[in-house]
């Protein structure tokens, strides 16, 4: 059973940065695809940034040139480094792994507030 637990969100100032951080159980993380999505109060979530087993990546128009997903797969860990954040961008990040196989996975979240 895959379980994905996240970490490092909190509460920045505008033009601040945060680095959250998604860990992933099992063996099969080096074969999976990873991204981050997120979800704001009265929203529907949206997927912000997407990283292949090999390594390519996408983004979300908003958050190009100041988002960055990494994956580090020894440590069965990506990350999102977010720079320049704006009030927008508050809403609760989520980790998903797919899986080669197509199996979808979901970790809990992590808030993320941006506010002066």
């Known amino acids: 059973q895959v379980q994905l637990v996240e970490s490092g969100g909190g509460l920045v100032q505008p033009g601040g940065s945060l680095r959250p951080s998604c860990a992933a159980s099992?063996?099969?993380?080096?074969?999976?695809?990873m991204g981050w999505y997120r979800q704001a109060p009265g929203k529907q979530r949206e997927v912000v940034a997407g990283?292949?087993?090999?390594?390519?990546?996408n983004y979300l128009d908003s958050v190009k040139g100041r988002f960055t997903i990494s994956r580090d797969n020894a440590k069965r860990t990506v990350y999102l480094q977010m720079n320049s954040l704006k009030p927008e961008d508050t809403a609760i990040y989520y980790c998903?792994?797919?899986?080669?196989?197509?199996?979808?996975?979901w970790g809990k979240g992590t808030l993320v507030t941006v506010s002066s």
């Open positions: 998903k792994m797919r899986t080669m196989a197509g199996m979808n996975y």
């Open positions: 099992g063996s099969i993380f080096s074969d999976s695809a």
């Open positions: 990283i292949s087993s090999g390594g390519n990546t």
